[in-house]
């Protein structure tokens, strides 16, 4: 069965501090990786995809990847209680287009 | 502007009725989706299709049914409603031959079964 794991949280940090998320996948050929947020009652909206190992910045938002320890991570700068809401890491299924979605990590953001 | 849409958004519905949830993307993508979600849980794919004419089961069992007759229209019908049938439906799209394979969301129709 393969899965992607996410710590549930929730994780509080105080405003302007920098946010870390984690997830972790099974499958080791995997090679597509997401992050959605997800506020409450609404739907996914996709923050940042990332295939290749290492950095990929976006504005305040910095996805990594390390296919070897098979995690991918999400770090908020500055982060902002606007940012607060939930999380979700998705993997992208090998050789098939379907998504494997974390449970997701709840983050709060305090003024 | 491209986008995604789904109908009703929100709907409260007896039991044993026929409901039909809508999906419309005017994102120019040929692959489609539709999850199912229950408030703070994981989202689960119960259909999928890479085309017109093209439908598959996802790996959540559902008894719902769906059709591809027009590339961006992607209708999801139950025949007869249960109260298990309460949720949130969310109708995603994605496009392209390759990398990153992004999928983007509708904004879902919350289901309420009594």
């Known amino acids: 069965q393969k899965e992607v794991e996410q710590n549930s949280g929730p994780l509080s940090v ?98 | 502007e491209a986008d995604i849409y789904q109908t009703p958004r929100y709907l409260v519905i007896g039991t044993g009725k026929k409901i039909t949830l809508e999906c419309s993307q005017t994102m120019g993508h040929d692959k489609m989706y539709w999850y199912q979600q229950d408030p703070g849980m994981e989202l689960h794919l119960i259909h999928y299709s890479y085309g017109v004419n093209s439908t598959e089961k996802g790996d959540l069992s559902s008894e719902s049914t769906v059709s591809r007759i027009r590339t961006e229209h992607f209708p999801l019908t139950l025949e007869s409603a249960r109260p298990s049938h309460t949720s949130q439906y969310l109708c995603a799209s994605s496009g392209g031959t390759g990398p990153p394979y992004e999928q983007y969301f509708g904004p879902g129709t919350r289901l309420t079964v009594t």
């Open chain 1, 14 to 111: 105080p405003e302007g501090a920098i946010a870390s998320l984690n997830c972790t996948y099974s499958d080791r050929v995997s090679q597509s990786f997401f992050w959605y947020r997800q506020y409450s009652g609404k739907s996914p909206e996709l923050i940042m995809s990332i295939y290749s190992n290492g950095d990929k910045e976006d504005g305040r938002f910095t996805a990594q990847l390390n296919k070897a320890s098979q995690y991918v991570s999400l770090l908020i700068r500055d982060s902002q209680p606007s940012d607060s809401a939930t999380y979700l890491c998705a993997v992208k299924e090998y050789n098939t287009d379907k998504l494997i979605f974390g449970t997701g990590t709840r983050l709060q953001v305090f003024p």
